[in-house]
T-cell receptor
Framework: AQSVTQLGSHVSVSEGALVLLRCNYS??????LFWYVQYPNQGLQLLLK??????LVKGINGFEAEFKKSETSFHLTKPSAHMSDAAEYFC???????????FGTGTLLAVQP | SQTIHQWPATLVQPVGSPLSLECTVE??????LYWYRQAAGRGLQLLFY??????ISSEVPQNLSASRPQDRQFILSSKKLLLSDSGFYLC??????????????FGEGSRLTVL
């Protein structure tokens, strides 16, 4: 079985500060990992994904994430927060030949001026 | 390019009434299709997925059902809604044959309120 745990349902940062959103995974097969962003009353948009090609993955809007197998983590970071980054962020895991994508409970990011 | 459409965008229904949410995908063939429900503080819960016409896998026992009458059409239904069915329903698709490596592409969602 596969699962992800997102630590911190709410994170607040100041504009220009580092953004760090945490995700830990559990998987019995080599995982594929994803970060999605959701703006209010909209669907989810892919930020980035890890597919074992490189442990540091760069995505859209200046976000990146690092796969750390020893820590079973895939934390999302951005060096400098923008007001437009305020949204909900979801980590997700898949793996092997499965057709399913399993999501975490999400982290709501607030950016203070 | 591929697009995904969901409707209706919002729906207010009384308890005990039926439900039909529809999702269609354009620009691709034989996609994997998914229905997720999002409730506050609970993330996205996978309800159903389909790898082909008439092939439905149910993830959570409930009073909802799904059908795939055509290759790019996915319908979520209920005969009698419960209060607990309220939520934000998201349809998604994935390129077939990619296994776990392919990402999902989401529709804009349908907000259901059961009163």
């Amino acid at each position: 079985a596969q699962s992800v745990t997102q630590l911190g349902s709410h994170v607040s940062v100041s504009e220009g500060a580092l953004v760090l959103l945490r995700c830990n995974y559990s998987s019995s097969v080599p995982p594929y990992l994803f970060w999605y962003v959701q703006y209010p009353n909209q669907g989810l948009q892919l930020l980035l994904k890890y597919t074992s090609a490189a442990t540091l993955v760069k995505g859209i809007n200046g976000f990146e994430a690092e796969f750390k197998k020893s820590e079973t983590s895939f934390h999302l970071t951005k060096p400098s927060a923008h007001m437009s980054d305020a949204a909900e962020y979801f980590c997700a895991v898949s793996g092997g030949a499965t057709n399913k994508l399993i999501f975490g409970t999400g982290t709501l990011l607030a950016v203070q001026p | 390019s591929q697009t995904i459409h969901q409707w209706p965008a919002t729906l207010v229904q009384p308890v005990g009434s039926p439900l039909s949410l529809e999702c269609t995908v354009e620009g691709t063939s034989n996609p994997n299709l998914y229905w997720y429900r999002q409730a506050a503080g609970r993330g996205l819960q996978l309800l159903f997925y389909s790898v082909g016409i008439g092939q439905i896998s149910s993830e959570v026992p409930q009073n909802l059902s799904a059908s795939r009458p055509q290759d790019r059409q996915f319908i979520l239904s209920s005969k009698k809604l419960l209060l607990s069915d309220s939520g934000f329903y998201l349809c998604a698709w994935r390129v077939t044959g990619t296994g776990g490596i392919g990402e999902l592409f989401f529709g804009e969602g349908s907000r259901l309120t059961v009163l």
